[in-house]
């Protein structure tokens, strides 16, 4: 049984960046199987950024362009580097490994059970 470890959110300011990391244990196909999301108090938990079945980054509008998704093989992680952050970035991001992945995008139904997650705080 895969599970998902998520680290590196924290309390940072309008504009500042962060790396979040998702660290893979058991048996995963590839990093680019994961995606990441988050929720926010209140709403729903949302698809953030994962990779099309061609390998390809895919991101929610909210994100694109200041978010990046990568991965490393060989130490079974994701990452999400996010720059330019905003206060409605706030929330506990989550990554799992998606239902399905299409060409365009990645699924918000998900394959595993939900981890601790990871807070990431956005404010002044």
């Known amino acids: 049984q895969v599970q998902l470890v998520e680290s590196g959110g924290g309390l940072v300011q309008p504009g500042g960046s962060l790396r979040l990391s998702c660290a893979a244990s058991g048996s995963i196909r590839s990093i680019k199987t994961m995606a990441w999301y988050r929720q926010s108090p209140g709403k729903q938990r949302e698809l953030v950024a994962g990779?099309?079945?061609?390998?390809?980054?895919t991101y929610s509008d909210s994100v694109k362009g200041r978010f990046t998704i990568s991965g490393d093989n060989a130490k079974n992680t994701v990452y999400l580097q996010m720059n330019s952050l905003k206060p409605e970035d706030t929330a506990v991001y989550y990554c799992?490994?998606?239902?399905?992945?299409?060409?365009?995008?990645?699924?918000?139904?998900?394959?595993?059970?939900w981890g601790q997650g990871t807070q990431v705080t956005v404010s002044s």
């Open positions: 799992n490994i998606p239902i399905f992945r299409t060409g365009m995008s990645v699924s918000d139904t998900v394959s595993l059970g």
């Open positions: 990779f099309t079945n061609v390998g390809f980054p």
